[in-house]
């Protein structure tokens, strides 16, 4: 197996586990929960936490579908 195929396999489960946590941190996370860094609640926390999470999902998700097709 060449090394770009292993990596591209990689990052292909990296970005599906990175999605489905930013998926759980922006449908689930901190509601119901008190508390929170300063001015920012629990829920703003965990919404903050999963658009960084999705965005480095998606971007994993489309450098692994690069380096297995492209």
């Known amino acids: 197996?060449?090394?770009?195929?292993?990596?591209?396999v990689l990052l292909?489960?990296?970005?599906?586990?990175?999605?489905?946590?930013a998926a759980y941190a922006l449908l689930r996370g901190g509601k119901g929960q008190r508390g929170g860094i300063g001015p920012i609640s629990e829920r703003g926390i965990h919404?903050?936490?999963?658009v960084r999470?999705?965005?480095?999902?998606?971007?994993?998700?489309?450098?692994?579908?690069?380096?297995l097709f492209g």
């Open 1 to 8: 197996m060449q090394s770009t195929t292993a990596f591209g």
């Open 47 to 50: 919404v903050i936490a999963g």
């Open 53 to 67: 999470m999705l965005l480095i999902g998606i971007v994993s998700l489309a450098a692994g579908v690069y380096l």
């Open 12 to 21: 292909l489960l990296v970005s599906a586990a990175t999605l489905s946590f």
